[in-house]
């Protein structure tokens, strides 16, 4: 429990000055050359390296000081049950005349203290201001103050739930959906809803709103893990979609500190550089910096193999991209009615 | 009521071809020449200069075809009750072979509609992508498909409601709030509910997530004149949150063909210029172009007395800035414990 992880750093940090020494604390490196991909774990995880900020050097008394603070805010927020955005611990530092240069330096500090946890900043209360939604026949009971006990079932607002603090602390009680549908855009995650995409295939529905937010990342691992649900993914059919999809799959390089935010098991079920001809989307030429970020990927290890390496090339040749609005060229219920039934057959044999 | 619009104006086609007349359209001119600010309602309106778009001349026959098929296509949608966006009408004119050189043409197509039928899109289903969200006790009860006559309370998931196209269709049933407080930012919305400021000030919390989108100005304006609450708006301390008041209040310019958005007796609490230096908050410096929207916005006729204008020369005075989450300096429940008791009282008087 993260309560039980800042007492340990504590219990640390009063143990050296009962020794007589410089209270320190070590943070592992998340430098470039510390970060590797475990293909056991499929994620990018840190290596052994770390960097010491010790209060009895002066270069590192700055930062040990301020990730000492931040530590004791986060016990604070976790205690009182309060939640917080990267924004406000930057201004509230002020409150303790703790100095950051700016909000990037509090940033920096915040994810040291999740190196040290090896647990991400919403567990101590730290949230972003992107939301995303979610919706389907999941029934679940808060832990928030003034809602403990209380359940609720996502299929009651057609619009989405948002998946802020409540959402992401709240149990998980019962399902009848047997899949999770992430689905990269707003505007089809509501189309999905209107026909009726959690009924008929007895699905909850995810809207990432581009890149998962990490508050969504987690919610998919835990459906995934508790509720044992498969997860298949849609995205925009470029280089951008198809890297949302290995995000939500295997996380990303600067969270190789975390394990908490990844579903291995997922799966990218389009749109595909194939899927482009073989369902004769209309078609965006790609930009320069879409093809930049293609030969990017293809340096990244979790890009050597299977439709991950495959579509990437495809791509490469085709040089043109499709947007899941694309399908709206052969009515608006097509990517419901055609596509989705095919590759959710598909994603069975994969 | 929307469908009749369309009836009026294919009945209007027919009639013409019955006449041996080519059909045409007359679409209200949005060019800036005709965009004049009406005092008595409060916001931009149109004057009476149209522009034809003609099957007679060839220079005006694709805008006239582009804008007949979208007509049909709206009246397509509303009897069918799908949302769309404004994406998907792009592609969806392929499935017709109507021709639009690239989405903005489409969307500007999309704008003439909305300007014949003064109507915003959204009453003929293309909706944005971009959701604000809402809580507080207000019951409604659906109309949408599967939905009709169930009622759900927006004070029962703590993380807030999309407002999307079911909540905006949704008929307000009940609350027992005394007014609605509109804030500019998600993590201060949380806030709010984590604070009960919901219950202990008696307020329906609306997140505008920045600028609001028209969903939400359009449900503003509905829980301030068939709820008969007074609508509180809290932003940024800088140029771009006065604005995004001054939007929800009057509208902008570019919607001058519609009179459905505004809540003209909104009232703009904060942060002020002025309030920068009362509560002592933590400033950034404004950018060159925070000064430059300042001399612009002081060309505006709204922003010529009043609050608006002192605000703004104070702004352009002391050249900074300050956000919501300076408040946090003080605590991060100042806002809601100091700050926010005082404003509302004096909204009271002002």
Do not use: C
């Not at 050359?33 to 009895?56: E, F, H, P, W």
């Not at 509090?106 to 101590?124: H, K």
């Not at 999905?192 to 008929?200: A, L, Q, R, S, T």
């Not at 991950?308 to 040089?319: C, D, G, H, N, S």
């Amino acid at each position: 429990m993260l309560l039980d992880l800042l007492k340990l750093q504590g219990a640390q940090v009063y143990n050296d000055l009962d020794k007589g020494k410089f209270p320190q604390f070590s943070v592992p490196s998340r430098s470039v050359s510390n970060i590797v991909y475990d293909k056991k774990l499929r994620q990018y995880i840190l290596g052994n390296a770390a960097s010491l900020r010790s209060s009895r050097n002066m270069s590192q008394l700055r930062s040990f000081t301020q990730l000492m603070w931040l530590a004791f805010f986060a016990n604070r927020l976790v205690h009182e049950k309060k939640s917080s955005t990267l924004r406000d611990v930057y201004y509230s530092s002020q409150a303790f005349e703790v100095e950051f240069e700016d909000q990037p330096e509090s940033d920096n500090i915040i994810v040291d203290l999740e190196a040290v946890l090896a647990r991400p900043r919403e567990d101590f209360h730290i949230f972003p201001e992107e939301r995303s939604s979610i919706f389907g026949d999941l029934t679940i009971e808060y832990t928030v103050p003034g809602y403990e006990g209380k359940r609720t079932n996502l299929s009651n607002h057609p619009d989405g739930y948002l998946i802020g603090p409540s959402l992401s602390s709240a149990e998980l009680v019962d399902t009848s959906a047997e899949l999770v549908i992430a689905i990269e855009k707003g505007g089809l995650f509501t189309r999905f809803i209107e026909e009726k995409v959690d009924k008929k295939f007895k699905a909850i529905i995810v809207d990432t709103a581009g890149q998962a937010p990490r508050a969504t990342r987690y919610l998919l691992k835990r459906l995934h893990e508790q509720m044992k649900l498969p997860v298949v993914i849609l995205t925009d059919g470029d280089v951008y979609g198809e890297h949302i999809a290995m995000v939500i799959k295997s996380g990303s390089a600067n969270a190789a500190h975390l394990r908490e935010l990844t579903v291995p098991d997922a799966k990218w079920m389009g749109v595909w550089a194939s899927d482009i001809d073989k369902f004769k989307l209309p078609t965006i030429p790609m930009t320069e910096s879409d093809i930049k970020r293609i030969y990017d990927l293809q340096k990244d290890p979790r890009y050597q193999e299977g439709i991950w390496k495959t579509e990437l090339e495809i791509f490469l040749k085709i040089k043109r991209k499709a947007e899941l609005e694309a399908f709206s060229k052969y009515g608006l219920t097509n990517i419901t009615d055609k596509y989705l039934p095919q590759k959710l057959e598909l994603s069975k044999s994969l």
